[in-house]
């Protein structure tokens, strides 16, 4: 923008709803506000609820684009609303919370609590029964290129974009989703985890695991970090039906 | 009346709270996570550059080990820190490392052979052994002798967070999310845990507890522009504080990064000069040798945070809407390097200035971004006049940064003081003394007040706005006590506060009536919070009439030893008074391993206590002694400061390193 333009009046229309509130409904608002150089979603929210609504829910931490907290439907697509410049959108912006996940207040989510279960359920942590850690002496060594691939899976920031962008989720709501698959992805990779690819099947040898997947592809398209989540499944897949096969 | 028991309670969930939940729990003890978000979500995941820890892997960290690290620390600290809790945490962060390396971090490896890196704006090769291939290797980073900060790429805080919290799923350890602590339990000088407000719901909630560990992180954002998370908001140091009985330590050490991009105040990490990046002018022109011929972009964070700012003086910053800045030039590391080791700062630079840093300087000056400052603790972590109530990482003043910390030393400093913290906690709560026999008229009493706090908030009519008392607040920090600090500014700064303060007893939330999940209340309470907190740092600012570290007076040049060589302690005994009590506690030169010296930047205006001579004197000759005699390092090191006893038994033990298998 240059400094003689007038700066836009964005018209940013936010589906609302106070599931506290017995006589709420879901419905739109509309917010009026003017853009300013280098105006992010974040810097507009804060707007709205310092000078407009001050009861206008929505989350963010790092507001850096880092820690995954303020994933929502902008414009209907999943994204991280931090990092989303104003400028690359037009006049009307719509917002709303990201599906699927239980809703807190307008566009805040508990997408945390969804999270910790898949966690929970995939196990995602290291597995080794042997493992006699002493941490007095080297750490085991590790070829640099494999650290690399395995922090390129871990660079996940359980933010729900691709949830909320999956076909198959809506119809399967067990489904571990492009978050879990990556996840298993990542800790197969990982050396250190001793699960046998028997474990890895228990966990997502089936339709709410790897096979479930329908390829929509959505996931990897609105990924903020880019993660190669369709490659990553159809690996999960071709691995996952040799050991169904062998079982 | 919701009370959850538990023996450990602890707030926050980032990695120093975490690292204290898997300890505890493996000694036996039932413990709670409460933290205001999704724990991965906690600000040690925006952690990009690295971890300090002397491994001394890679070819530039050769000869690296405990002592120097050690050195660097004291140094950086400006002679501030405690230097026990220092060689305590020197000790114990190869430790801790390797046991991140063993719970998943994919910690970035030593690669064999020939690298070229860019050094001082020059290419050079480096070559690593063969017999390092595949250990952890680490990069440069200010105010450190010796390449020790290990990284995975530029997300290292996002790998260990993302690795100790899936080991606290592995533990079964219980997070309750979105619960915030806004009050502790206490009574007769004891802490028995902490009234928590659901942010979903609204409920309060009791938690009653043997031990409460505060681990709540930093409170940047008192000041309008940090480098912090927003909800680093200092409300744990505000809690100790309001019991009136825990006390905070050195809150007026505030550290300003220098590179944060303008104007939003988001970081590009130390890694970037680490790795080669160079700081510029308005003219292009490189100026930092010119000031720090020795360490030039590398020197430690607060000179060069302070030698920006003159530089920006001398009107040779770059004009810009948003006020001054200078560039920070990556350009010369290759689109190679930038897009596998900063990644993370070529995706802030094209998402939010919309720049591609491979080809184009990056707009940047320093902004607020570290807390030094925290509640007092003993070594153990544990308040040091408030039984049962314990304190770590960020939040916390143990004291291993004094005023200054180094880059790479505090994501070390969580898991470090995590692991020993849960250790000391372990032990008290096996003690009988650590029963809890509190009345359940007392639990009420917290709970009924913290009702009625809520209620006139929501309730009251004709009051002020949060808001605006807010933003005034960090506008007063971010002018009057920012990098360089004055007499004038500083007592100006903590007038307006107090008159802040005594408006925000009068905060009405407007509208937003909610009892539920309701920002505008939140921002209420948490106000009336941090006005307490900016009261302390600027406070503290005005009385200390030297400059250590961060804490930079133009009016008073010279780091006073004589007088000054002392802790600022803060306390709020009586609800009423609207400015903390304030008091000192001696740094003892007699027992230091490393008396007062020159740091090295700029000329030496130290003003030096008597005792230093005399000490120095000793420290030498029992060096002489010593190292004539053929004593090796760990035993000149005993003789000079014990500390091993210090530690938990388990973590006693000395480090290995390749050296110490190939020699
Ligand atoms: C951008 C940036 C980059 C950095 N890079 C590095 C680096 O490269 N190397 C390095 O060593 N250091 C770095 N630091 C510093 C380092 O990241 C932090 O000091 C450290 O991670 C703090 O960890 P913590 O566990 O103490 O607190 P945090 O990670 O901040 O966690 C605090 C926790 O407390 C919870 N909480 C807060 N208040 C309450 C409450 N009232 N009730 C309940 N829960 C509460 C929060 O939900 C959160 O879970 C960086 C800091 C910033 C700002």
């Known amino acids: 923008m240059s400094e003689l333009e007038k700066p836009r009046i964005l018209k940013i229309h936010v589906l609302r709803f106070d599931p506290h509130n017995p006589n709420d409904f879901p419905h739109m608002e509309t917010f009026e506000v003017e853009e300013a150089d280098g105006m992010t979603l974040y810097i507009v929210l804060g707007e709205i609820r310092e000078h407009l609504d001050n009861s206008l829910k929505f989350d963010f931490v790092c507001r850096a684009g880092i820690c995954g907290s303020c994933a929502m439907l902008v414009n209907g697509r999943p994204t991280l609303a931090c990092r989303t410049l104003t400028k690359k959108l037009d006049e009307d912006i719509t917002l709303a919370p990201?599906?699927?996940?239980?809703?807190?207040?307008?566009?805040?989510?508990?997408s945390g609590a969804w999270m910790q279960g898949l966690n929970k359920r995939l196990e995602t942590w290291i597995h080794d029964k042997e493992q006699e850690l002493n941490i007095n002496k080297l750490e085991e060594r590790m070829e640099p290129e494999l650290a690399d691939e395995i922090y390129e899976l871990d660079r996940c920031i359980e933010c729900g974009c691709c949830v909320a962008g999956c076909g198959t989720i809506q119809m399967k709501p067990d489904f571990v989703g492009a978050v879990g698959l990556n996840k298993i992805a990542r800790y197969?990779?990982?050396?250190?985890?001793?699960?046998?690819?028997?474990?890895y099947y228990e966990l997502i040898g089936d339709e709410n695991g790897v096979f479930g997947c329908m390829t929509l592809l959505g996931c990897e398209d609105v990924c903020p970090k880019s993660l190669p989540l369709q490659s990553k499944i159809a690996y999960l897949r071709r691995m996952m039906l040799r050991t169904g096969l062998k079982g | 009346m919701k009370?959850?028991?538990?023996?450990?309670?602890?707030?926050?969930?980032?990695?120093?709270g975490l690292r204290v939940a898997t300890g505890v729990k493996d000694r036996g003890h039932d413990t709670i996570v409460l933290t205001l978000i999704p724990p991965k979500r906690s600000h040690s995941s925006a952690a990009q550059g690295g971890m300090q820890a002397s491994l001394a892997n890679c070819a530039m960290g050769e000869g690296d080990n405990e002592d120097v690290h050690f050195l660097d620390t004291i140094k950086g600290s400006d002679w501030g820190a405690d230097q026990e809790v220092a060689r305590m945490f020197t000790h114990c962060a190869p430790k801790a490392i390797r046991e991140l390396a063993a719970?998943?971090?994919?910690?970035?490896?030593?690669?064999?052979?020939?690298?070229?890196?860019?050094?001082?704006?020059?290419?050079?090769?480096?070559?690593?052994?063969?017999?390092?291939?595949?250990?952890?290797?680490?990069?440069?980073?200010?105010?450190?002798?010796?390449?020790r900060?290990?990284?995975?790429?530029?997300?290292?805080?996002?790998?260990m967070l993302y690795a100790m919290d899936n080991k606290a799923h592995e533990k079964n350890i219980e997070i309750h999310e979105r619960l915030e602590a806004i009050a502790l339990i206490h009574e007769n000088g004891r802490c028995y845990g902490a009234i928590a407000r659901n942010l979903m719901n609204g409920e309060l909630v009791a938690y009653v507890a043997k031990a409460t560990t505060i681990a709540t992180g930093g409170y940047g954002r008192i000041y309008s522009v940090s480098t912090n998370a927003i909800i680093c908001q200092g409300i744990g140091q505000a809690i100790a504080l309001e019991t009136g009985v825990a006390t905070l330590g050195n809150m007026e050490a505030i550290q300003f990064h220098p590179t944060a991009i303008v104007p939003v105040g988001i970081l590009t990490t130390e890694g970037c000069r680490g790795d080669g990046g160079l700081l510029l002018d308005k003219d292009g022109y490189r100026f930092m040798p010119d000031y720090e011929p020795d360490k030039k972009e590398l020197a430690s964070r607060d000179v060069v945070s302070r030698r920006m700012t003159e530089h920006m003086r001398k009107g040779k910053g770059v004009s810009s809407r948003y006020g001054d800045h200078l560039w920070l030039d990556i350009t010369i590391l290759g689109r190679k390097h930038i897009e596998k080791n900063l990644r993370e700062v070529k995706e802030i630079?094209?998402?939010?200035?919309?720049?591609d840093p491979a080809e184009e300087w990056i707009p940047v000056r320093p902004t607020q971004h570290y807390s030094m400052g925290g509640i007092r603790t003993t070594y153990q972590g544990e308040s040091q006049t408030l039984k049962g109530l314990y304190s770590c990482g960020e939040a916390a003043c143990w004291d291993m940064h004094g005023f200054n910390r180094l880059g790479g030393n505090s994501v070390s400093e969580t898991v470090v003081a995590g692991m020993l913290v849960a250790e000391y906690i372990s032990d008290f709560c096996d003690k009988a003394e650590s029963s809890v026999n509190v009345q359940s008229a007392t639990i009420e009493k917290f709970l009924k007040r913290e009702k009625e706090k809520i209620e006139a908030l929501l309730t009251k009519k004709n009051g002020e706005d949060a808001y605006v008392l807010r933003r005034a607040m960090e506008k007063i920090m971010m002018e009057k006590v920012g990098i360089f600090r004055n007499g004038d500014d500083l007592q100006e700064a903590v007038t307006e506060l107090e008159e802040l303060y005594?408006?925000?007893?009068?905060?009405?939330?407007?509208?937003?009536?909610?009892?539920?999940?309701?920002?505008?209340?939140?921002?209420?309470?948490?106000?009336?919070?941090?006005?307490?907190?900016a009261l302390t740092v600027a406070y503290g600012a005005l009385?200390?009439?030297?400059?250590?570290?961060?804490?930079?007076?133009?009016?008073?040049?010279?780091?006073?030893?004589?007088?000054?060589?002392?802790?600022?302690?803060t306390a709020w005994p009586d609800e009423n008074q609207t400015l903390p009590t304030v008091s000192y506690e001696d740094i003892p030169i007699s027992n230091m391993e490393l008396p007062p010296g020159f740091r090295g930047y700029g000329k030496d205006l130290t003003i030096h206590h008597p005792e230093t001579k005399v000490r120095q004197q000793m420290v030498d000759l029992i060096k002489e002694k010593l190292e004539k005699e053929g004593a090796s390092r760990h035993e000149v090191q005993n003789a000079l400061m014990p500390f091993l006893k210090k530690l938990p038994k388990k973590y006693q033990k000395f480090n290995e390193r390749l050296g110490d298998i190939h020699e």
């Open chain 2, 349 to 355: 630079c094209e998402n939010f200035l919309g720049i």
């Open chain 2, 103 to 147: 719970w998943g971090v994919p910690w970035s490896r030593v690669a064999r052979g020939d690298h070229t890196v860019i050094i001082n704006a020059k290419k050079e090769t480096i070559t690593e052994k063969d017999e390092a291939h595949g250990l952890i290797t680490a990069r440069d980073f200010g105010g450190t002798k010796k390449w």
């Open chain 2, 543 to 569: 009385l200390r009439t030297e400059s250590r570290g961060a804490h930079s007076r133009e009016d008073y040049p010279e780091r006073d030893d004589a007088n000054w060589l002392k802790r600022t302690i």
């Open chain 2, 3 to 16: 009370i959850i028991y538990t023996d450990v309670l602890i707030i926050g969930g980032g990695l120093a």
């Open chain 1, 188 to 199: 197969h990779l990982d050396p250190r985890d001793k699960r046998t690819d028997e474990e």
């Open chain 2, 502 to 533: 005594i408006r925000s007893k009068n905060i009405e939330v407007f509208r937003s009536k909610s009892r539920a999940a309701n920002p505008a209340l939140v921002n209420a309470y948490r106000t009336q919070k941090m006005l307490k907190v």
């Open chain 2, 149 to 159: 900060t290990c990284y995975t790429s530029d997300g290292t805080g996002h790998s």
């Open chain 1, 98 to 110: 990201l599906p699927l996940f239980e809703l807190i207040g307008d566009l805040s989510i508990n």
